[in-house]
């Protein structure tokens, strides 16, 4: 069973930036294909981020593309999600997610992770 654990969120103000780490209690990380959702409350979850393998390819959501980067050191299993000027709509539980393999194109899609950690809280007040 793998375990993921988020850090990184807080209460911050419009135009702020943070960083979200996620490590995975796993040796093999290099084989897992990673992903970042949100969910902001009385919202569906919604992919926000994703990266192969080997971090060579990483997929974004639109209304995050520009300012959010997703990257991911193997060694440390661990998958990153810097955010740069945050804006209140960011506001959301970010849930860092996991799939032992490539997921080639439905990778905006939860059901197909498998693994999943308990969420960290990003507050952007205005």
């Known amino acids: 069973q793998v375990q993921l654990v988020e850090s990184g969120g807080g209460t911050v103000q419009a135009g702020d930036s943070l960083r979200l780490s996620c490590v995975a209690s796993v040796n093999t990380f290099s084989m897992y294909f990673m992903g970042w959702f949100r969910q902001a409350p009385g919202k569906e979850r919604e992919f926000v981020a994703a990266?192969?393998?080997?971090?060579?390819?990483?997929y974004y959501a639109d209304s995050v593309k520009g300012r959010f980067t997703i990257s991911r050191t193997n060694a440390k299993s661990t998958v990153y999600l810097q955010i740069h000027s945050l804006k209140p709509d960011d506001t959301a539980v970010y849930y860092c997610?996991?799939?032992?393999?490539?997921?080639?194109?439905?990778?905006?899609?939860?059901?197909?992770?498998?693994?999943w950690g308990q969420g960290t809280q990003v507050t952007v007040s205005s």
């Open positions: 990266i192969t393998l080997s971090g060579g390819t990483t």
């Open positions: 997610a996991g799939r032992r393999g490539n997921i080639y194109t439905r990778y905006t899609i939860p059901t197909n992770y498998d693994y």
